[in-house]
């Protein structure tokens, strides 16, 4: 099971950190998706399973970091200089392979969701 968490309300310009916690399996690597009101959902960033690899989206390069901690089963997304376009709810998802990738069906696992909502 995945069970995401952090979301919230923040100004333009601000900082979010939300939490995947993993639990049940050992997946080796995880990816953070989102889905804007009225829009298909849409990859973000993910990581590989030792840490070392990210794919970043366009847009979150140099905005968007992820990272992990095996030792607490939790992946972390950080993001910043958010603006009203990343306002979505967020999802976390994992897949039995080594490196992440950008699309939706490669993810074998799927946590809730939590929202984002970033205020002008």
């Known amino acids: 099971q995945l069970q995401a968490s952090g979301g919230g309300l923040v100004q333009t310009g601000g900082s979010l950190r939300l939490s995947c916690v993993i639990s049940?399996?050992?997946?080796?690597?995880v990816g953070w998706f989102r889905q804007a009101p009225g829009k298909e959902r849409e990859f973000v960033i993910g990581?590989?399973?030792?840490?070392?690899?990210?794919l970043y989206a366009d847009f979150a390069k140099g905005r968007f970091t992820i990272s992990r901690d095996n030792a607490k089963n939790t992946v972390y997304l950080q993001m910043t200089s958010l603006n009203p376009q990343d306002t979505a709810v967020y999802y976390c998802?994992?897949?039995?392979?080594?490196?992440?990738?950008?699309?939706?069906?490669?993810?074998?696992?799927w946590g809730q969701g939590t929202l984002v909502t970033v205020s002008s």
């Open positions: 998802a994992a897949r039995n392979s080594v490196v992440p990738t950008s699309q939706q069906d490669d993810y074998n696992y």
């Open positions: 049940g399996r050992t997946f080796y690597s």
């Open positions: 990581l590989n399973r030792n840490g070392n690899s990210i």
